[in-house]
T-cell receptor, first 120, second 112 residues
């Protein structure tokens, strides 16, 4: 059974039309991440929530926002999608335990299947 | 210098061959290291963590060299199903949350 679920799998939107991608998890992990991945490139971290604390990457455009209403859900909002925002968006979770041994499950990320966004 | 660097490949190897990938990292304070596998148009999946002592899982062996700041992945007896992109992941920094950085991946194609 999928533990990190992203919806929808495929999303088509129009240039400038706001879009929301969703991610839910059954792992009860305290950290949730959003990545953007373009073809033949590494996943690029946009931001993450450590519990309720939002952490934005310095180079993430203001066009991208996120919400985490509870432990299980996290949303990615793209306020005005441009053609350059067409990509795969990956949600991931991890369990962070301060002070844990390095060989623990700490920092192992579990990914959802992704949402492929097309912008017309 | 990139934080995490990998040879993009592709590595084209025949079935049964042994192939090795390296990944270098720039942050000497990095503490956790992983290899993920990503199939075409799919999400990354954890292949194995990399420990200082080196670790093995079946045909896969991972090594960490802190002095030279690289990790390696060795695949023995390559199978067609091993064809994928292998992503190196490094967790940097110390204390609290550790930033996760992905390499761009090394593409492996196993040929019949």
């Amino acid at each position: 059974d999928a533990m990190v679920i992203q919806n929808p799998r495929y999303q088509v939107t129009q240039f400038g039309k706001p879009v929301t991608l969703s991610c839910s998890q059954t792992l009860n992990h305290n950290v949730m991440y959003w990545y953007q991945q373009k073809s033949s490139q590494a996943p690029k971290l946009l931001f993450h929530y450590y519990d309720k604390d939002f952490n934005n990457e310095a180079d993430t455009p203001d066009n991208f926002q996120s919400r985490r209403p509870n432990t299980s859900f996290c949303f990615l909002d793209i306020r005005s999608p441009g053609l350059g925002d067409a990509a795969m968006y990956l949600c991931a979770t991890s369990r962070e335990i301060p002070g844990s041994e390095i060989h623990s499950a700490k920092n192992i990320q579990y990914f959802g299947a992704g949402t492929r966004l097309s912008v017309l | 210098r990139k934080e995490v660097e990998q040879d993009p490949g592709p590595f084209n190897v025949p079935e049964g061959a042994t192939v090795a990938f390296n990944c270098t990292y720039s942050n000497s304070a990095s503490q956790s290291f992983f290899w993920y596998r990503q199939d075409c148009r799919k999400e990354p999946k954890l292949l194995m963590s990399v420990y200082s002592s080196g670790n093995e899982d079946g045909r896969f062996t991972a090594q960490l060299n802190r002095a030279s700041q690289y990790i390696s992945l060795l695949i023995r007896d390559s199978k067609l199903s091993d064809s994928a992109t292998y992503l190196c992941v490094v967790n940097g920094g110390s204390g609290g949350y550790q930033k996760v950085t992905f390499g761009t991946g090394t593409k492996l194609q196993v040929i019949p």
